[in-house]
């Protein structure tokens, strides 16, 4: 049973299009993240947040815009997706808002 | 900004040998820090962290060392084994609610 899960694994799309990548998780913790992974391997933070309040933005354009339904699930939708968007998403969780991260499998976003 | 540097790409070491991580990092407010090993295809897992108020933490083969004064911390794997050979990722936190990482060092462990 994955503590951590992200739907699509894969996702490829067109310039211009909107999608959403959608992250669970089953481990009863209060804080959630984005995280995405450039070319250049960095994984820099995009959103936290706990207790579906936004906590953090970290400068993210608004075509961006994350939905937590309730603790446990945190939404990335993407609006007029562009080339840079090409990257893979990390899902995380963690029990409140310090120390280790509980990451999910990672959504490979590619726009063509 | 990156405030989290591993200068080391990549490293490749014999079985059974030393594996020496090396990080630096720029903000002194950070205050705690993570070691996170990724395998392909996987999402990063936790190996080791460490307070600022301590210098060294060890976890079986781990060991993480961490100097302040220098900005700097590392991550001693001994010995090396084969299952090693992944992506290696520093963190470093000063606030609730955001990590930041470096770029990785990539390990390959030698039969």
Request: proline share 4%; net charge neutral; with cysteine.
């Amino acid at each position: 049973d994955t503590a951590v899960s992200q739907t699509p694994k894969y996702l490829v799309t067109q310039m211009g299009n909107d999608k959403s990548i959608k992250c669970e998780q089953n481990l009863g913790h209060d804080t959630m993240y984005w995280y995405k992974q450039d070319s250049k391997k960095f994984l820099k933070i995009m959103f936290s947040y706990n207790n579906k309040e936004l906590i953090i933005n970290e400068t993210v354009p608004n075509r961006f815009s994350p939905k937590s339904p309730d603790k446990a699930h945190l939404n990335l939708h993407i609006n007029s997706l562009e080339l840079g968007d090409s990257a893979v998403y990390f899902c995380a969780s963690s029990p409140q808002g310090r120390g280790e991260l509980f990451f999910g499998e990672g959504s490979r976003l590619t726009v063509l | 900004d990156q405030q989290v540097k591993q200068n080391s790409p990549s490293l490749s070491v014999q079985e059974g040998r030393i594996s020496i991580l090396n990080c630096d990092y720029t903000n002194s407010m950070f205050d705690y820090f993570l070691w996170y090993k990724k395998y392909p295809a996987e999402g990063p897992t936790f190996l080791i962290s460490i307070s600022s108020i301590k210098d060294k933490n060890e976890d079986g083969r781990f060991t993480v060392f961490l100097n302040k004064s220098a900005k700097h911390l590392s991550l001693h794997i001994v010995p090396s084994q084969p299952g090693d050979s992944a992506v290696y990722f520093c963190a470093a936190s000063a606030d609730d609610y955001k990590l930041s990482f470096g770029a990785g060092t990539t390990v390959t462990v030698r039969a």
